[in-house]
């Protein structure tokens, strides 16, 4: 796809998300294609069945909010939506299998109600950022780190203005950059070597073509310090109606530091209940059309560590797996562009026959 296509499928994304707002009643429209067994591999029904998944709210309407409740009915439209195709920042989270809040497979496909068809959801933004850390010298007291961006979506660049933060411990430094058209950024970051630890690289990118359209990735290293762990080494972190509840793997590790970082701001966090193993972090409602990365930073023992979620915590699969299906039905997938907490999202889902595994 050539980059002017990309450009202009970003910048008419909100027109799209718009150009739905006359489309009401769906749960009613849905109602005959529920046992319509005669046509049950028909691309109208499976359309049917996502656009009532992401233009309802399922019963309660606020069932996202509320933990320990599972929904009788399922949908992930906000309650309080303006406009079609505004899905909920809780009910898109508690797909995420990482979550402590989560959602299961079999409960989403007993709550849909629709006992012929298997189904696959996927989340995730609009366009793919990677990151890599390229060079890093000494310089005075610091040790300045390079970085390459490259911003793309199917493999097409994605011009986009880049926000990028490094963290260490409680040291955050901030520095903004632009692709060029092919894509691809670079910009460098200084720490100083009177610190130690892990360092996590955030990077915001932001489609020059949209403003909602916002990609985010991390990169960690060790700063004067051996490679870090994996992320969720040290604790699960699960993001819920903006509260932060952090679960620690160990009575060692230490919470230090905690902030948040949007594409244009960023805030420190304060524990506002704890135990010895358990904390929970109030998340304010920024206004800003962009993922929020939440980031914790400590040591487990002499070990430094730093830990990250995303709120809504996409990128998300949830579903059956179409490619060990033996079904021999006809597998269908639809796109959908959404609107969560002003940012845009991709939904994908997939529709088929009932794996035998469900």
């Given amino acids: 796809m050539p980059s002017s296509s990309i450009d ?4 008419s994304s ?6 739905l707002s006359g489309m009401i ?3 009613k429209l849905m109602e005959p294609y529920l046992n319509d067994l005669a046509n049950r591999d028909s691309t109208e029904r499976f359309q049917y069945f996502a656009s009532h998944l992401l233009l309802t709210t399922g019963t309660p309407g606020n069932w996202g909010q509320l933990k320990g409740t599972k929904p009788t009915s399922l949908g992930l439209a906000k309650a309080d939506a303006l406009k079609p195709y505004e899905l909920d920042i809780d009910k898109i989270t508690r797909l995420n299998s990482a979550n402590i809040y989560r959602l299961d497979y079999p409960d989403l496909w007993q709550t849909l109600g629709i006992k012929d068809v298997s189904f696959r959801i996927e989340i995730r933004t609009l366009f793919e950022l990677s990151v890599e ?3 890093n010298s000494t310089e005075g007291s610091q040790t300045v780190y390079g970085f390459r961006i490259i911003s793309s979506k199917s493999g097409a660049p994605v011009p986009a203005n880049l926000s990028s933060y490094i963290i260490v411990g409680n040291f ?24 130690n630890g892990t360092a996590l690289l955030l990077v915001f990118a932001q489609s020059t073509a949209n403003p909602q359209v916002v990609a985010s990735n991390t990169l960690t290293f060790g700063h004067n310090s051996p490679n870090p762990s994996p992320n969720s080494t040290f604790m699960r972190l ?5 509260i932060l509840d952090v679960a620690l793997s160990s009575p060692s ?13 960023s805030y420190n966090l304060t524990a506002t209940v704890q135990d010895a193993q358990t904390f929970e972090y109030t ?3 920024l206004i800003d059309k962009s993922p929020k990365v939440i980031v914790l930073t400590g040591l487990s023992g002499s070990t430094s560590y730093a830990e990250w979620v995303t709120y809504p915590q996409v990128p998300l699969e949830i579903g059956a797996n179409f490619s060990e299906s033996t079904t021999g039905s006809r597998i269908a997938a639809q796109n959908h562009i959404v609107v969560t907490d002003s940012a845009l999202y991709e939904v994908v889902t997939m529709w088929g026959g009932v794996n035998e595994g469900v």
Avoid: C, K, Q
């Fill in 8 to 11: 202009t499928f970003l910048a």
């Fill in 14 to 19: 909100v027109m799209i998300v718009l150009a």
């Fill in 283 to 285: 998340i304010p409602r």
């Fill in 172 to 195: 955050v430094n901030r520095t903004t950059a632009l692709t060029s058209s092919n894509g691809i950024g670079t910009f460098s970051l200084g720490v100083p070597n009177s610190i």
């Fill in 238 to 242: 699960s993001p819920l109606d903006y």
């Fill in 25 to 27: 009643g769906t749960s």
């Fill in 133 to 135: 850390l390229v060079s």
């Fill in 253 to 265: 590790v230490e919470i230090l530091h905690s902030r948040i970082f949007t594409f244009n701001y």
